[in-house]
């Protein structure tokens, strides 16, 4: 079945404790992106990837890092997570980039909900 | 930077009623638009695009939305609204960023509640 998942589905922190999201998609598809969503602020895009080994940032990239050794995976890493992280998260993929004429869809993951204490 | 505005933060309707939503965006150079809809507990649906061409674009589910440059607008429009079109919808906005990658900014989206 084609799909992204992510991990964990649901965390719990505290403030300054090193976590990841893991990301991973199974349709070979080039462009992969994180986002999150927040009340009233929509989805704000933090990262995304265009292929292996090449990453760039989005509206909300600080307190944020990512990469993409393998086209399969996007771990998204919060070195320091502070409260004003708390947020629904978003991993994406598809096989073209949001602006290639024959885009047509982006596949999300389930999300990821993180509170940070 | 791009930015995208969207102007009502949460529309009611009732059903049969006409609908527009709007949608401005901030960038000088050229830009790709999307709409997308949220479900409620389901993950974002592409509504339509325009990249170029015909500014009036097509999409799912009998929504459409126009292009204006000159007023940097991406109005959706649907001529009737139903009851399961209750949802969030999100304007977004692709620019090029650059060794074949785009960055993709949403607005903060409307909510659109239609009343049988």
Redesign the interface.
Known sequence: EAQVTQNPRYLITVTGKKLTVTCSQNMNHE?M?W?RQDP??????IY???NVE?T?K??VPEGYKVSRKEKRNFPLILESPSPNQTSLY?CASSPL?????A????F?GPGTRLTVL | ?QSVS?HN?HVILSEAASLELGCNYSYGGTV?L?WYVQYPGQ????LL?Y??GDPLVKGIKGFEAEFIKSKFSFNLRKPSVQWSDTAEY?C?V????G???????????TKLSVIP
């Open positions: 462009y992106s986002y009233g602020l929509g989805l704000r895009q995304y990837s265009m090449v760039d989005g509206d978003f980039p949001p602006g290639a004429s885009y047509n869809e982006q999300f | 930077a969207q933060h790709n999307f993950h974002l649906q592409l695009k990249f170029s999100f977004a692709s620019v090029y960023s060794a074949g990658s785009y960055q993709l900014t949403f607005g903060k989206g």
